[in-house]
């Protein structure tokens, strides 16, 4: 499952989107346009969030500048 952020609706800057995967599947978290990364580790590009795994998304600049964090991402 891929799930695609900043698409046909372009979000505010503040805007949080939480994940939860109910699955033992894996999921694709990913943007159409801007960059996201991963706090701490400053990875960026699509994220993938574990079977039973939980992630907020932040957007942070208007210039479509996003970071993620939570548990069972990689």
């Given at each position: 499952?891929t799930v695609t952020?900043?698409?046909?609706?372009?979000?505010?800057?503040?805007?949080?989107?939480?994940?939860?995967?109910?699955?033992?599947?894996?999921?694709?978290?990913?943007?159409?346009?801007?960059?996201?990364?991963?706090?701490?580790?400053?990875?960026?590009g699509t994220r993938t969030l574990?079977?039973?795994?939980?992630?907020?998304?932040?957007?942070?600049?208007?210039?479509?500048?996003?970071?993620?964090?939570?548990?069972?991402?990689?």
């Amino acid at each position: 499952t891929t799930v695609t952020i900043n698409g046909s609706l372009a979000y505010p800057v503040g805007t949080t989107i939480s994940f939860w995967n109910n699955s033992v599947d894996t999921m694709n978290i990913a943007l159409s346009t801007g960059t996201m990364i991963q706090v701490q580790s400053g990875l960026t590009g699509t994220r993938t969030l574990t079977g039973y795994g939980m992630a907020t998304a932040v957007k942070i600049k208007s210039a479509g500048l996003w970071t993620i964090n939570g548990a069972g991402l990689l």
